[in-house]
């Protein structure tokens, strides 16, 4: 189910759906801001980052990507 | 050796990416708070499994269309018939009398809308100059949910809609409505037609079911019971925006309780 983030005195609406075999998170931010896709991408090596799909967005996707792991975690 | 979003990627994650990519695209995210009917929009729905063991989520369009047609015929059906909702007294005659349109996806084209809340307004008349109610209305938007139930199943009827233009096959589906419980005839003071909300057991057997025409009409005129739901009055931008936003309204009279309490509804299939 969607659940909610608080990043910077605002409040985000986080939904989480399988696409192209990832799992990828919908951010809404409300009307004012377009809404952001990120999922995890692997690096060579094996390292993980947050990524937006498509490219761009990528100072947003590390940010909110980090409170969704943190999100996540708590819930486990 | 690629470079996504400026971090350094092996082509066969740069390829999934770019597959993402499109998949994202092509995917409407059902995470609105409302869905306006009359915008048409994605939705999610249950239909069962070829086996009827499971069901699968998919997404459709809100308004049904039957068959074939081009997208002007379309607009053209919508814009006539309204298909946005069915009436359960409606599933085999017409209200003209007429063989439904309904009929055969009654039988077997049976699905389940999720939703996690519906918003209907009230209408409230105008007060004149003279302290007299006038003809004219305002509407005040309410959300109405189901206690303690982040997401509930409503009944619908879907189509495989195949575009004439286009060759391409849209899901599209209707909701079934039923007679206003006590606190829905005050909110939808218009109609008096709430829609029709199941319990676990009644979506299911809606979707699996091998059921008679007459089970088919009962489990779509079911009526929730006033005392099950939840409401509270919104700001009017759902309708532009999808987002819901509580508003009080100090004019607006309160909702009337007593009636709630002593409820004695036809069609109720929620028990005590």
């Given at each position: 189910m969607p659940f909610e983030l608080e990043i910077n005195g605002r409040l985000l609406k986080v939904s989480e759906h399988e696409l192209a075999g990832k799992r990828v998170f919908h951010v809404n931010f409300g009307a004012s801001v377009k809404p952001l896709v990120i999922t995890v991408a692997v690096a060579p090596g094996g390292k993980k980052f947050w990524t937006?799909?498509?490219?761009?967005?990528?100072?947003?996707?590390t940010d909110i990507g980090k409170l969704i792991a943190e999100h996540i975690r708590a819930k486990r | 050796m690629c470079y996504y979003n400026g971090q350094k990627v092996t082509r066969a994650e740069f390829i999934q990416l770019k597959q993402l990519e499109k998949a994202v695209r092509d995917y409407d995210f059902l995470d609105v708070d409302v869905h306006n009917g009359f915008?048409?929009?994605p939705c999610a729905i249950a239909i069962a499994t070829d086996d009827r063991r499971d069901f699968e989520l998919v997404q459709a369009q809100w308004g049904y269309v039957p068959g074939k047609m081009s997208a002007d015929e379309a607009i053209a059906f919508r814009r006539k018939l309204t298909t946005l909702n069915f009436k359960a007294e409606n599933l085999w005659v017409s209200e003209s009398g007429k063989r439904s349109m309904w009929k055969d996806a009654a039988?077997?084209?049976?699905?389940?809308?999720?939703?996690?809340?519906?918003?209907?307004?009230?209408?409230?008349?105008?007060?004149g100059k003279k302290g007299q109610e006038l003809k004219e209305t305002i509407k005040y938007p309410y959300q109405v949910t189901l206690k303690?139930?982040?997401?509930?199943?409503?009944?619908?009827?879907?189509?495989?809609?195949?575009?004439?233009?286009?060759?391409?096959?849209?899901?599209?589906?209707a909701i079934g409505i039923t007679k206003a419980n006590?606190?829905?005839?005050?909110?939808?003071?218009?109609?008096?037609?709430?829609?029709?909300?199941?319990?676990?057991?009644?979506?299911?057997?809606?979707?699996?079911?091998?059921?008679?025409?007459?089970r088919i009409t009962e489990i779509a005129m079911t009526q929730?019971?006033?005392?099950?739901?939840?409401?509270?009055?919104?700001?009017?931008?759902?309708?532009?925006?999808?987002?819901?936003?509580?508003?009080?309204y100090p004019e607006l009279p309160e909702i009337k309780q007593e009636f709630i309490d002593q409820e004695v509804l036809e069609f109720d299939h929620w028990g005590k």
């Amino acid at each position: 189910m969607p659940f909610e983030l608080e990043i910077n005195g605002r409040l985000l609406k986080v939904s989480e759906h399988e696409l192209a075999g990832k799992r990828v998170f919908h951010v809404n931010f409300g009307a004012s801001v377009k809404p952001l896709v990120i999922t995890v991408a692997v690096a060579p090596g094996g390292k993980k980052f947050w990524t937006s799909i498509p490219q761009g967005r990528q100072r947003e996707a590390t940010d909110i990507g980090k409170l969704i792991a943190e999100h996540i975690r708590a819930k486990r | 050796m690629c470079y996504y979003n400026g971090q350094k990627v092996t082509r066969a994650e740069f390829i999934q990416l770019k597959q993402l990519e499109k998949a994202v695209r092509d995917y409407d995210f059902l995470d609105v708070d409302v869905h306006n009917g009359f915008n048409y929009p994605p939705c999610a729905i249950a239909i069962a499994t070829d086996d009827r063991r499971d069901f699968e989520l998919v997404q459709a369009q809100w308004g049904y269309v039957p068959g074939k047609m081009s997208a002007d015929e379309a607009i053209a059906f919508r814009r006539k018939l309204t298909t946005l909702n069915f009436k359960a007294e409606n599933l085999w005659v017409s209200e003209s009398g007429k063989r439904s349109m309904w009929k055969d996806a009654a039988r077997s084209r049976r699905c389940l809308v999720l939703s996690t809340g519906i918003v209907e307004s009230r209408h409230v008349p105008k007060i004149g100059k003279k302290g007299q109610e006038l003809k004219e209305t305002i509407k005040y938007p309410y959300q109405v949910t189901l206690k303690d139930h982040e997401y509930f199943w409503l009944p619908g009827i879907y189509s495989d809609w195949l575009n004439t233009d286009t060759g391409e096959v849209t899901k599209t589906f209707a909701i079934g409505i039923t007679k206003a419980n006590e606190l829905m005839k005050q909110v939808h003071n218009s109609k008096l037609r709430m829609p029709c909300i199941l319990t676990d057991e009644l979506a299911w057997e809606w979707l699996m079911g091998d059921l008679s025409d007459d089970r088919i009409t009962e489990i779509a005129m079911t009526q929730i019971p006033s005392r099950l739901l939840e409401r509270c009055t919104i700001s009017p931008e759902y309708r532009l925006e999808g987002v819901i936003n509580k508003k009080e309204y100090p004019e607006l009279p309160e909702i009337k309780q007593e009636f709630i309490d002593q409820e004695v509804l036809e069609f109720d299939h929620w028990g005590k």
